[in-house]
């Protein structure tokens, strides 16, 4: 099964500083790979994802991250985080050719400090 | 708003008691999952209907259960709840069940509070 790793749980910065989450995952085969952000009281909402081609994915609200396959990682990157940035961010991860299901992390809480 | 329903979005009930949860996917998915977030395990899969059927289990306790009817909304129904179950669950959809690169939208969940 796939296990997902996201670490600094609670991460706080003012507005204008750069965002870096780390996810890492395990499992030994082809990975399809997600982001989700949970703004305060809503659901998830998909910020970007992987299945396959260029590493470099680029998703809503200026959100990026890079697959790097050998690193078992699909880190999540902004420039410039704003104060509307501030939700609790997830990977997750799901295996082609087997079932669906997602495997997530724990979860980053981004706080923006305005 | 992803297209996804859920209702109710609050449930609030007792120990020993039962409960179901309603779901909707979206338009012209076939897939539903539902998932659990508490703030002790984090986001859990529990189980997932492909076009009725049943396709796949996670940590799902035997006191729960979930169909998906032929209209493709789905039920998850939570027996003798017990404190410990009180999470908010979401439910998500997808066009396929397996195998190709698919995405899961998510709806708003329902907060299930049991004292």
């Known amino acids: 099964a796939q296990s997902v790793s996201q670490h600094n749980h609670h991460v706080i910065l003012s507005e204008a500083a750069s965002l870096e989450l780390g996810c890492n995952y395990s499992?030994?085969?082809?990975?399809?790979l997600f982001w989700y952000v949970q703004y305060p009281g809503q659901h998830l909402q998909l910020l970007l994802k992987?299945?396959?081609?260029?590493?470099l994915v680029k998703g809503i609200k200026g959100f990026e991250a890079e697959f790097i396959k050998s690193k078992f990682s699909f880190n999540l990157r902004k420039p410039s985080v704003q104060w509307s940035d501030t939700a609790e961010y997830f990977c997750?991860?799901?295996?082609?050719?087997?079932?669906?299901?997602?495997?997530f992390g724990k979860g980053n809480q981004v706080v923006v400090i305005p | 708003d992803s297209g996804v329903t859920q209702t109710p979005k609050h449930l609030i009930t007792a120990t020993g008691q039962r409960v179901t949860l309603r779901c909707s996917p979206r338009s012209g998915d076939l897939s539903v999952y539902w998932y659990q977030q508490s703030l002790d395990q984090g986001l859990q899969f529990l189980i997932q209907?492909?076009?009725?059927?049943?396709?796949a289990k996670g940590n799902i306790l035997e006191r729960f259960s979930a169909q998906q009817f032929p209209d493709l909304h789905s039920e998850l129904n939570l027996s003798s709840l017990e404190l410990g179950d009180s999470a908010l669950y979401f439910c998500?959809?997808?066009?396929?069940?397996?195998?190709?690169?698919?995405?899961?939208?998510f709806g708003p969940g329902t907060r299930l509070t049991v004292l």
């Open positions: 499992y030994g085969g082809t990975v399809n």
């Open positions: 992987y299945f396959s081609g260029d590493p």
């Open positions: 997750a991860v799901n295996a082609p050719g087997g079932n669906n299901r997602l495997a």
């Open positions: 209907y492909y076009n009725g059927e049943e396709r």
């Open positions: 998500a959809s997808s066009v396929a069940g397996q195998g190709i690169a698919d995405t899961q939208y």
